[in-house]
């Protein structure tokens, strides 16, 4: 396989059906599934001479084929992560199988159930009302309680040992390779203010840092909600790691906190909350105080300011076009200042 679309994943699918479900199983409704580049597809799993059974619906999701495995590209990378997390009662979407053999898709893939849920937008649309601080508060009260259940794995499970699956990270070498990214932007004064940013967090590292699985980009397009408001699963762990579990909870702060944001962002922001509210939460899951949360917001600030200023730099330079890069890129500069802000308060 060469291209990756519904029309050239039906018959491989279907051969994995009949091998993998029952011989006379057949596929429908296969369709992309949103946010993953195309890497990712939805389809229906029946059999013919059964009518009244229910069809199973499953997600393929795949390696982009011909790029080298790493990071994000390195879907396996995430199997025995996932297996550790759904042993550790973390609500994820489970591994069904995977393969490493090309024969099947032409490429490295895993399969999981699909789930008949979605996320909460962090963005209002044009004309939409923002939901009720009621309603936000509930759905981002769920995932900080999920988020607690994540930070108690165990990496060193018997069973599920992610010893040596994930290199440690540290706030020096996150600042090192995420500022890499933000080197490649042509905008030399929004360079030298990340660059500040980066310089200062890790000076004033506090150290002393609770470890453990990180998400590396916990917000609220990432948690899936079923229709009755209950937390269905945590997805996308494509970036997820092992290190300061501080991150992911001043990650979501930061997503939600309108004073990280400019004023384009602060306006159509549908899940504002005060960060205060969010370390209660967290520190009532958990069972312990939250420690040194500005400076891990402001490392928050750091990572996504650079991450969103190559997206923006790849928007405007033609090679991927992403509209929300407009939105979220033309924040980096007030993403850097408000983590200066937070780095001095800390």
Known sequence: MTTLDAGSMAQPLAAWARAHRRPDATVRDVAPMPGNAGLSFGFRVEVPDAPDAPSERLVVRLAPPGVR??????????????????????????????????????????????????PVPMHLAPGERAPSEDLVHARLRAAVDALAVLHAVDPGSPGHDLTGWSEPVTAASEVAFWGRLLERSPDADLVELGRRLGAE?????????????????????????AADGALAAVIDWEIAGLGPVGLDLGWLQMMVDPACWHAERRAVLAT???????????AAATGRPVEHAAWYRAWACFRYGAIAAFNLHLHTSGRRPDEVSVLMGGGCADLFRAGLRLVAEH
């Not at 879907?75 to 759904?86: F, M, N, S, T, Y």
């Not at 000076?203 to 980009?217: A, I, L, Q, W, Y």
């Not at 504002?272 to 967290?282: G, M, Q």
Request: overall charge negative.
């Open 272 to 282: 504002p909350c005060d960060p205060a509210v969010l370390e209660e939460w967290y």
């Open 201 to 225: 967090l890790v000076e004033s590292d506090p150290g002393g840092h609770r470890t453990g699985v990180f998400h590396g980009d916990f917000q609220t397009h990432n948690v899936l909600y």
């Open 69 to 118: 495995r790493r990071g994000n590209t390195d879907v396996l990378r995430q199997v025995p992560l996932l297996d550790a997390l759904d042993a550790g009662g973390v609500p994820v979407a489970p591994v069904l199988w995977s393969t490493d053999d090309p024969a099947w898709f032409g490429t490295d893939a895993l399969v999981q159930p699909y789930l008949d849920a979605l």
